[in-house]
């Protein structure tokens, strides 16, 4: 399943205009990455998955590669 | 020139930092306050400020209790008057939408409905008593949508914020256009086209009794179209005929269609001829003292309405769109005309402009239009009359009154017997353009007088493609082809009618001479076609080439 972590690479790309990704980046890593552009973040990817994370998924998931696993879940 | 500061604020989060107020943040400098805060903050005057505040209903709703906490009503009312005393602009949105069960209310009254009225009926005071304060009820917009589409639970418990994405577009919406409304003037002038604009069909051509305009079908549309051009203009615009017809037979609709919901006194000023709307609108202008860019063109003609916004883009052109059925509501939506500081001046406009208008007439050709007549690549065709297409050349005969320069007619079997008798010389006229293919438009019927002239029978060309001055290129390419023949001269006559005085000119202006009445008697002695300059007020014409005047057959010029 190499095709979503594609996705979410150039989703997270457009957002916070940066050239470097890894599964490990998280949120406060950089200053863009702040609380609301963080949302902003998983709004997009929702859209684009066309999934919706719930409440406490939206709370909790903060890296990365946690994003991607419950993307892979839905 | 400084950008205008929005100072937002607003009952719960807008995420402000969200890329949906990127475009609006371009224009404006905005600032936003802490959400939930809406006591005064800085009430010093920054010039060039707007105030905005947001206000839920579902923001302040006690809900255990059932009611809203009268507290912060008290504080918005208070913070609200603060303010516009101060003479600021504030813009207030609201929306009163919080979840229901609509089956409870059944029984029972609404608590906060009721509390929520009393709010609304003073701030509705207020907006009519001070002209810096504008109220906006979003769930005007909102409806649209569907309330569920505009709030999302799930924003809320992650973010504090009510609305999902399409939401926050909504009201970035909002904001910008009120805000360009207030900065903005409104348009003053409607211009508006006649046939199949004002009713369906055309009137120089169906006549009055056939026009569609009424209470059924089609007809219904027309009159509630005009039920909405009656409503604004008594909101103060005026209205302008700009219309390809014979003046007179507009006017006629206007006295005595009995189911004209406008009247004649409703129009301001008209330009009702057969001369380029582009010209008759800047004379308009002049005559109105009115800029260009208070004008807003309604036309259902898609060629008029691309030359509009080609030659002149002051001009606010409408895609009006071809579902006549959506024009009312698409007219009461148009924002251009609302004007959001009306004075008691306006309800007499009309009749202030009306004085001032007055007619002028010129017949000059502008640059422009020739250059627009160019760039739409006209590319007319001499069609052969056979089996195909006889039948439309009959129905040309029997259909077209405006430009039809004798208005003789002739059945199925009648153009046949023409067709087959070899000293008659007879075609049809094709036109396409960058606007698609009008089609076969155009017929000649010429009949043969003696071995060197030809009187031309028959010349129309059907209305939908006047103004193109293709009527000069025909005429070149009649002479072209009739020196094939080794015919070199042409008898024309002119026969006026109550509808085709479009036409009245055109062999005048090429360069025909009027024959005299004894050069007439000769021709009627040694011809065996019908007599001619029978009538009343007939009119003979001689032409050859070499008097022949073609102004405008540069527009069909391949470059």
Not at chain 2, 440 to 465: P, V
Request: one cysteine or more; proline letters at 2%.
């Amino acid at each position: 399943m190499k095709k979503i972590e594609n996705v979410v690479e150039l989703i997270f790309k457009r957002i916070f205009k940066r050239k470097k990704f890894t599964k490990y980046l998280k949120v406060g890593d950089f200053n863009e990455w702040d609380s609301i552009s963080h949302l902003q973040f998983l709004i997009s990817l929702e859209k684009k998955f066309k999934i919706k994370f719930s409440v406490s998924e939206m709370l909790e998931l903060k890296s990365i590669k946690e994003i991607i696993k419950a993307i892979k879940k839905k | 020139m400084k950008k205008i500061n929005l100072d937002i604020s607003s009952t719960s989060y807008l995420f402000d930092n969200h890329n949906i107020w990127n475009d609006i943040k371009k224009e404006y400098k905005l600032n936003f306050n802490d959400y939930g805060k809406l006591s005064s903050q800085n009430l010093n005057k920054i010039r060039n400020k707007i105030e905005v505040i947001f206000f839920l209903l579902i923001d302040v709703i006690d809900y255990p209790n059932n009611k809203i906490n009268q507290k912060i009503i008290d504080n918005i009312l208070n913070l609200i008057e603060q303010k516009i005393i101060s003479n600021q602009e504030v813009l207030f949105f609201y929306s009163k939408w919080y979840p229901k069960n609509y089956i409870r209310n059944i029984k029972t009254e609404d608590n906060i409905k009721k509390h929520f009225t009393s709010l609304e009926t003073k701030i509705n005071i207020l907006k009519k008593k001070f002209t810096n304060f504008y109220v906006i009820d979003l769930d005007e917009t909102f409806s649209n949508h569907g309330f569920l589409q505009i709030f999302d639970n799930r924003n809320w418990y992650v973010a504090r914020c009510r609305f999902s994405e399409l939401g926050l577009k909504k009201i970035v919406n909002s904001l910008s256009e009120v805000i360009f409304k207030i900065k903005h003037p409104s348009k003053k002038v409607l211009v508006l086209d006649c046939d199949n604009t004002l009713w369906g069909g055309i009137i120089g051509e169906d006549g009055i009794e056939n026009i569609k305009l009424g209470t059924d079908g089609v007809g219904k549309i027309f009159s509630d179209f005009q039920k909405t051009i009656l409503k604004i203009k008594k909101q103060g615009i005026l209205l302008v005929l700009a219309s390809k017809n014979n003046e007179t037979d507009v006017i006629d609709v206007f006295k005595n269609h009995k189911s004209m919901i406008l009247k004649i006194n409703d129009i301001t000023a008209y330009k009702i001829n057969w001369r380029s709307k582009t010209i008759n609108i800047k004379e308009l202008a002049n005559e109105l003292g009115l800029g260009l860019d208070s004008f807003v063109f309604w036309d259902d003609n898609p060629i008029e309405r691309a030359k509009m916004i080609k030659e002149i883009p002051e001009v606010t052109t409408i895609e009006v769109g071809e579902d006549i059925h959506e024009w009312p509501s698409k007219l009461e939506a148009l924002n251009f005309f609302v004007n959001l500081k009306p004075s008691k001046e306006d309800e007499n406009k009309t009749l202030q402009y009306k004085k001032r208008f007055e007619f002028i007439s010129e017949k000059k050709i502008s640059k422009n239009e020739k250059d627009y007549l160019k760039s739409i690549k006209l590319n007319p065709k001499i069609i052969k009359i056979d089996k195909s297409n006889i039948s439309r050349a009959s129905q040309l005969t029997l259909k077209t009154n405006q430009f039809n320069l004798r208005t003789v007619r002739y059945s199925l079997s009648e153009m046949k017997k023409i067709i087959s008798n070899r000293e008659n010389f007879s075609f049809l006229v094709s036109l396409q353009d960058l606007y698609g293919d009008h089609g076969n438009i155009g017929l000649i019927i010429l009949r043969r007088i003696n071995s060197k002239t030809y009187f031309l029978d028959t010349f129309i060309l059907s209305c939908r493609i006047l103004g193109r001055h293709l009527e000069t290129w025909i005429i070149k390419k009649l002479f072209d082809l009739i020196e094939k023949k080794q015919i070199i001269s042409l008898v024309a006559e002119y026969i006026p009618t109550k509808k085709n005085i479009v036409s009245k000119d055109v062999f005048k202006n090429h360069g025909f001479k009027k024959i005299s009445k004894s050069e007439i008697k000769k021709l009627n002695k040694n011809t065996n076609i019908p007599r001619l300059a029978n009538g009343n007020n007939s009119i003979l014409y001689f032409c050859n080439k070499k008097t022949l005047k073609l102004d405008n057959i540069d527009i069909y010029e391949k470059n």
